[in-house]
DNA sequence: CTGTATCCTGCCGGATACTG
DNA sequence: CAGTATCCGGCAGGATACAG
């Protein structure tokens, strides 16, 4: 048991192996996050329809805050999923666009959400279901 | 000014018409941030390769928190997405497997998190991109 | 309109210890 | 092995104000 496979550290010199999400320390999780985060799924599926200005991405993603909308979108920017042009003037007027990258993720991601959507009923069905099984077993004090 | 449009509220009545996740008071989107979510989507992905046991799971997600996992597939349990089988005995033992809908959920997540992957290089590159365009024009007072 | 800055709170989730 | 219980720090993220 000298060696569990665990800690492989050859992650620089050239190594063009498949980057590995199951590992805590892959550089593809940040990216997963972003893209499957709460509001970043929301924000890709929203720019999937075309280009967008921010207040029209705020009002689609019902919920999202100012704030955390810049944030969203600067992340995806620095990712490379989604591209910002600001033409200068009054009133300020900037476009956020899906690059390529970030169509193809997109449509992975409306994929998902339209199947949760329309399983949704199943998914509410499980979960009372689950609830009434517990609380019967879990007589609370 | 009297009417906007964004306050529609006739969602009940035998309303079948399908949930609308961009709206923040739908019910899918708790499930989608179960699905979605940092730990989630990796544990959703880990089962999809079989029938596994608590700490296999844990190994596999590495990084993953005995807690966490816990509540996560508490939570996915609940939505049916995760089936549970424990056989009482000793030492205890616990099989966690996808459902039908699981299965199909974690397929798209798989979809999701191979492109990903794959696209890692052309995110980094635009990552250096974005880092050193806006250091060059955001110099720190 | 398109954001940034600031404050503040809740809860996510890590560490640890313990039970069956 | 398979969890639950407890503590607690950090930060996600909401509200608000303000700047360009």
């Not at 949760?116 to 069905?125: D, G, I, Y």
Request: include cysteine; charged fraction near 25%.
């Amino acid at each position: 048991m000298h060696s569990d496979g665990t800690t492989e550290e050859h992650t620089e010199a050239g190594s063009e192996r498949a980057f590995n999400v199951f590992d805590r320390a892959c550089p593809s999780r940040p990216t997963l996050e972003h893209v499957t985060g709460k509001w970043g799924s929301l924000t890709l599926s929203a720019l999937s329809s075309g280009t967008l200005r921010f207040n029209e991405v705020r009002r689609r993603v019902d919920g999202i805050s100012e704030k955390i909308l810049s944030q969203t979108l600067r992340a995806l920017e620095r990712d490379g999923l989604v591209h910002r042009s600001a033409q200068p003037g009054n009133p300020p007027w900037v476009d956020y666009t899906l690059t390529e990258l970030g169509e193809a993720i997109a449509a992975r991601l409306l994929d998902l959400i339209d199947l949760v959507q329309r399983q949704m009923p199943e998914v509410l069905t499980a979960r009372n279901r689950y609830d009434t099984t517990q609380d019967a077993q879990s007589h609370r004090p």
